[in-house]
Each structure stands twice: as structure tokens, then as C-alpha cells.
């Protein structure tokens, strides 16, 4: 007799284990990455570009961007490339579509002048600080703010498309 009790609850654990499972795969996931096109300003320039949010865990991302700048003035033309990537820690508000995040990242920039043909470039890179905020619009739109601590610091914000 034990060994019937034994296998039925055998068999209801299995059960109930493969029922979670599909029921657990059929419930939405939260859309909590995203990418979409970013405007950022620094040290006199506006700057265009992507920027990304990859979510690691509960509280961890991974924020790569890119952004490009080019001005002519007269005979002189200038551009400059800002990228890099951060670890952020997202802080959980309850009730709320504001996510505000801070995090340490790794950003590099190239930069290049022109005059009569002559033509001078520069790189720099190093750890930056940033402090920002996601804002969820909808459940597939979002909208992007942070500051970056590096030398003069650098402001930026955009659109996305979460995923």
C-alpha cells in the first residue's frame, strides 16, 4: 500500500512541477531591455546616436551607446565618436514607470579637425560615472535620460523600443 501512496505522489509532484512550468512559460515576461536612437550634448556639441539597455538580473544592466557629431564652421570641420558601455544597478520603485538607475562604465572617444588639408586627431577613454532614469511610455516604447560623469560630463536621452 505505501508503495501506491509513493507513486502517486510521485506522480502528482511530476505533475503539478510539469503544470508551473507551463504555466509559468505562458504568462508575459516583462519587457525590460530596449534600444532606440539617442541626442546627447557635450562640451558645446549635439551628438547622435544609439543607446541600449541589456537587463542581466533582477537589478543588473548593461548599457552600451554610440553616438556621432560633425561641424563645419567655415574652413574648419570637426568630428568627434563617443562610445562605450556601463554596469548600472536599477533601483525598483514600487507603483511606478520611473526606473532610475547609477552605474560605472568604460567610455572611449575619437575625435578629428581639419584646416586647409591638414587634418590633427585625438582618442580618449576612461571610466566615466552615470546617474539616469528609464521612464516606460508603453509596454513596447521608452524614454531615456542620464547624465555621465567624465571630465565635463556629458547629457543625453532618447526613445527606445523594449523587448
Do not use: C, W
Request: glycine letters at 10%.
Amino acid at each position: 500500500m505505501s508503495h501506491k501512496i509513493s507513486i502517486l505522489a510521485a506522480a502528482a509532484a511530476v505533475s503539478t512541477a510539469a503544470l508551473v512550468l507551463l504555466a509559468g512559460g505562458a504568462i508575459a515576461q516583462e519587457k525590460t531591455s530596449y534600444v532606440g536612437p539617442s541626442i546627447g550634448f557635450s562640451d558645446g556639441d549635439t551628438l547622435y546616436g544609439v543607446n541600449a539597455k541589456f537587463k542581466v538580473s533582477d537589478n543588473i544592466s548593461v548599457r552600451p551607446f554610440i553616438q556621432f557629431a560633425n561641424r563645419s564652421v567655415g574652413p574648419v570641420s570637426a568630428s568627434v565618436t563617443l562610445y562605450g558601455a556601463s554596469a548600472s544597478y536599477d533601483f525598483s520603485l514600487p507603483s511606478t514607470d520611473f526606473s532610475p538607475y547609477a552605474g560605472i562604465g568604460y567610455l572611449a572617444a575619437t575625435g578629428s579637425a581639419s584646416f586647409q588639408g591638414i587634418t590633427y586627431s585625438a582618442t580618449d577613454s576612461g571610466i566615466y560615472f552615470e546617474v539616469g532614469t528609464d521612464y516606460n511610455i508603453s509596454e513596447t516604447i521608452a524614454l531615456n535620460a542620464n547624465y555621465k560623469f567624465k571630465d565635463d560630463g556629458y547629457f543625453s536621452f532618447g526613445g527606445a523600443y523594449r523587448f
